[in-house]
């Protein structure tokens, strides 16, 4: 059973930067699509950045152009560079395995991102 730890979460101010960073456990990482997704309070989960193993991105619109996903499968590990935040970018952000357009495996405890002045 794959687990996931996310981190790198924290306070910022509009217009900063966060880098999050997902570790995944077991093996097989470099094997299946990842992805980030958030869920701000009294509102759905939502996908926000999707990597395929060959290295394909997939963003949501309300991010293009803010935030990269990227990975290191030497590490397990999968990131979001979140640039240019925005209030509306707070939410606890969670990674999972992405299989067929959808989640795939146990949610992690997220990691929380505040945006506000």
């Known amino acids: 059973q794959v687990r996931f730890v996310e981190s790198g979460g924290g306070l910022v101010q509009p217009g900063g930067s966060l880098r999050l960073s997902c570790?995944?456990?077991?093996s097989g990482f470099g094997t299946y699509a990842m992805?980030?997704?958030r869920q701000a309070p009294g509102k759905q989960r939502?996908?926000?950045?999707?990597?395929?193993?060959?290295?394909?991105?997939n963003y949501a619109d309300f991010v293009?152009?803010?935030?990269t996903i990227s990975r290191d499968n030497a590490k397990?590990?999968?990131y979001?560079?979140?640039?240019?935040?925005?209030?509306?970018?707070?939410?606890v952000y969670y990674c999972n395995r992405r299989l067929a357009g959808k989640p795939?495996?146990?949610?992690?405890?997220?990691?929380?991102?505040?945006?506000?002045?």
């Open 35 to 37: 992805a980030w997704y």
């Open 46 to 57: 939502d996908l926000v950045a999707a990597l395929t193993s060959g290295g394909n991105t």
């Open 104 to 117: 795939y495996g146990d949610w992690g405890k997220g990691t929380q991102v505040t945006v506000s002045s």
């Open 23 to 26: 570790a995944a456990s077991g």
């Open 64 to 67: 293009k152009g803010r935030f």
């Open 76 to 78: 397990n590990t999968v």
């Open 80 to 91: 979001l560079q979140m640039n240019s935040l925005k209030p509306e970018d707070t939410a």
